[in-house]
C-alpha cells in the first residue's frame, strides 16, 4: 500500500511563492511517475505537472515558467516549486502516483490560498 501526504500549502499573496512537498510510503515510488492536480469547489480535478521516474517533466500551459516539479527519489519525495503565484491557482492541491503496473493512489491534499 502506498501512502502519499502533502505538505506546504497556505495562504500567500499574489506573486509570492510556496513550496510544496509530497513524501510517498512504499519501495515503487522511484519507478513510478508523480502528478500534481489541483481542484477549486465544484470543478473537476485539473491536472498541473508530472515528472516521470526518470526526471522528465511536463506542465499546462497556465503554469509554465512559474511552476517546477522534482523529485528526489532517495528520499521518496516530490515538490512542486510555485512561483509567480496568481490568484486563480487557488486551489487544493493533489500529489497523484501512478504504477508502472496502472494502479493510483491519491494524497489527502494541501489547501493553496493566493491572495490578490
Known amino acids: 500500500q502506498v501512502q502519499l501526504v502533502e505538505s506546504g500549502g497556505g495562504l500567500v499573496q499574489a506573486g509570492g511563492s510556496l513550496r510544496l512537498s509530497c513524501a510517498a510510503s512504499?519501495?515503487?515510488?522511484?519507478?513510478?511517475?508523480i502528478y500534481w492536480y489541483r481542484q477549486v469547489p465544484g470543478k473537476p480535478r485539473d491536472l498541473v505537472a508530472r515528472i516521470g521516474s526518470a526526471g522528465s517533466t511536463y506542465y499546462v500551459d497556465s503554469v509554465k515558467d512559474r511552476f517546477t516539479v522534482s523529485r528526489d527519489n532517495a528520499k521518496n519525495m516530490v515538490y512542486l516549486q510555485m512561483n509567480s503565484l496568481k490568484p486563480e491557482d487557488t486551489a487544493v492541491y493533489y500529489c497523484?502516483?501512478?504504477?508502472?503496473?496502472?494502479?493510483?493512489?491519491w494524497g489527502q491534499g494541501t489547501q493553496v490560498t493566493v491572495s490578490s
Open positions: 497523484n502516483l501512478r504504477t508502472i503496473w496502472g494502479a493510483e493512489y
Open positions: 512504499g519501495s515503487i515510488f522511484s519507478s513510478s511517475i
